[in-house]
């Protein structure tokens, strides 16, 4: 009989993950890249998305956990998927961004990419690692810890996902820019988990809202998935008090607002402490940068308290920064710090690698024929250490492991290959344009790194949110002006560090990070404001084998997309 066959194979399963056989199969989760129509600010449009979802689903795993995520490209456009802070050690093959690791998943195909988990404990994220999709190909990750965390155990965890709406489409947006050579256009909106919230038109009904009881800890865990915004963030009569960011605990910071940039994570804990009632969560832009505009609205949320209470009269708005306050921004992020005691840290001492990098914004001249957007009719480009990084078209991973001639240079500039005054007000215009080049640096196994970030002021000196693809690293220094060696080497924090896989460098200022080189593969760094990436703003660090058999590159996955 089938139904006692069943029976019998239902319960061999359920004996074997009772013996903890069945459990130790990894996760796997179906991601299907595809479009659904969403509405948003009275119009309907058609977006990309995982699973139909916006934002996409959220992946929910065990510190140290291995997991496999079966992508499936049923868009119309290549893709490639990327883990956000996940350090996949001795795993670089599935890592995502476009090119630098692999070649895209072209429509109607499949990748099943594997997902190593390793020291991160808190929030991370995944995203589209190709053109512009990952405005709305984006979703949360929550590492639990195996026991405890480092404060009393929050009621509830609440993803808090920022991102930015365009009416139009982003495709075109991306397009467009690229071709003009200018600015890209401001997004419409900005919205959380999805939903613009009240005070745009047409959003009232879909705001979202976190209900909460009086007396309760809820644990906020906010992505900043915007692709060219920073963002304050604040509830109305309510503290906010850091305990972790890009999936790391940090000692706890109470502030009325903070700062997320593009790329980070903010693990936050509201307490529900006030007088039964509605409260707004608010966002809105950091944007410092001179003459370059920005989406200036204002997203909310909603907390709203479990008793019953007056819900007719309408919440209040929390105080928020100005969208020009570069000392709240500077004020936030020097003020977090790592937890040494409870999560022992290995801050390298003694680096043996030292790397001095510009982050600047340039200007190509127009080519002749062609009419440009940027400032003063050229064209707008950006660069570390002057060189404007032009994407292969073959991935690099691949040809550093095949040794594929052509396709990258070893030639990253450990040093600004000029010496300025980098934040003057006014510098020379011949300074603003760049070289191009594919030029990468290539690191020892368990060489200890030490990268310097320098902000500059050629075009418009701006905060840059760097990210760095296979390690997290602590950020051991940070200041306004130029970096100075003898000056600023001193103050270093290798006490308690806070430890991240992206570091706001502040705008024409400068920021210190270290790390070991204890990850065999290619690794991308790059700035997290898309249209900065967009214009070249990333190089790529090749680390190479170490001895034993789990420092050693492995071969790629069988079914790696052909280029
Ligand atoms: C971008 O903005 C310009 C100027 O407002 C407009 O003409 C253009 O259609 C916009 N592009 C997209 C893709 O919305
Ligand atoms: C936002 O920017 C627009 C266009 O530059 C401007 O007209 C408007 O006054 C600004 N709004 C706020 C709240 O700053
Ligand atoms: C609720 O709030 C509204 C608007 O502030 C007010 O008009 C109304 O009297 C309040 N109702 C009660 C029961 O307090
Ligand atoms: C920010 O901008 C306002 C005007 O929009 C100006 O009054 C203020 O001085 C600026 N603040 C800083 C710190 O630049
Ligand atoms: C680092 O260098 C300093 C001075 O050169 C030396 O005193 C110290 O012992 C070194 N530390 C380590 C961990 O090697
Ligand atoms: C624009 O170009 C002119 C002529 O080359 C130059 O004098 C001016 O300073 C430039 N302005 C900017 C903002 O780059
Ligand atoms: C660099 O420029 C800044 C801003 O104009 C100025 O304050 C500083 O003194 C300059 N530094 C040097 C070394 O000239
Ligand atoms: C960058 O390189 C170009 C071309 O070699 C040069 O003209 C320009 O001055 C350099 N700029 C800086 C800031 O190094
Ligand atoms: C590599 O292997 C060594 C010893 O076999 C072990 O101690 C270490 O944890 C391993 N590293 C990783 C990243 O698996
Ligand atoms: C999609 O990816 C393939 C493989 O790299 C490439 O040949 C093709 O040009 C890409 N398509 C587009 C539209 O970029
Ligand atoms: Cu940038």
Known sequence: MWYSKKLIFLFILWFFSLAGVYSQTPRRY???????????????KKI??????????TIRVQKGETIYVDVYNRGKDNITLHWHGVKQPNNPWPDGPEYITQCPIQPGRRFSQKVVFSTEEGTLWWHAHSDWSRATVHGAIIVYPRRNYPFPKPHAQIP?????????????????????GGAPNDSDAITINGQPGDLYPCSKSGTFKVNVDKGRTYLLRMV??????????????????LVGTDGSYTRPLARDDITIGPGQTMDVLLHANQKPSRYYLAARAYASGFGVTFDNTTTTAIIQYSVKHNTSSSPSLPHLPDYNDTDAVFGFYSRIRGLPEKFPHIIPANCSTNIVTTLSINSFPCRKGQTCNGPNTTRLASSMNNISFVTPTIDILEAYYYHINGVFGRRFPTFPPLMFNFTADYLPLELQIPRKGTEVKVLRFGAKVQIVFQGTNLVA???????????????????KGNFNEKMHTKDFNLIDPPLVNTVAVPKNGWAAIRFEAANPGVWLLHCHLERHISWGMETVFIVKNGLRANQTLPPPPSDMPPC
């Open 48 to 57: 990309l998305t995982v699973n139909g979802l916006f934002p996409g689903p």
């Open 461 to 479: 000196g701006i905060d840059h949110p760097m990210h760095l693809h296979g390690f997290s690293f602590y950020v051991v220094g940070y200041g």
């Open 160 to 180: 808090i996902i920022f991102a930015e709406w365009w009416k139009s489409d982003v495709t075109k947006v991306f397009t467009q820019f690229l071709k003009s």
């Open 30 to 44: 179906k991601f299907v890249v595809k479009e659904a129509r969403y509405t948003r600010l009275c119009s309907t």
């Open 224 to 241: 900043n998935a915007a692709m060219n915004l920073f963002l304050f963030v604040s509830v109305s009569n309510h503290k906010l008090t």
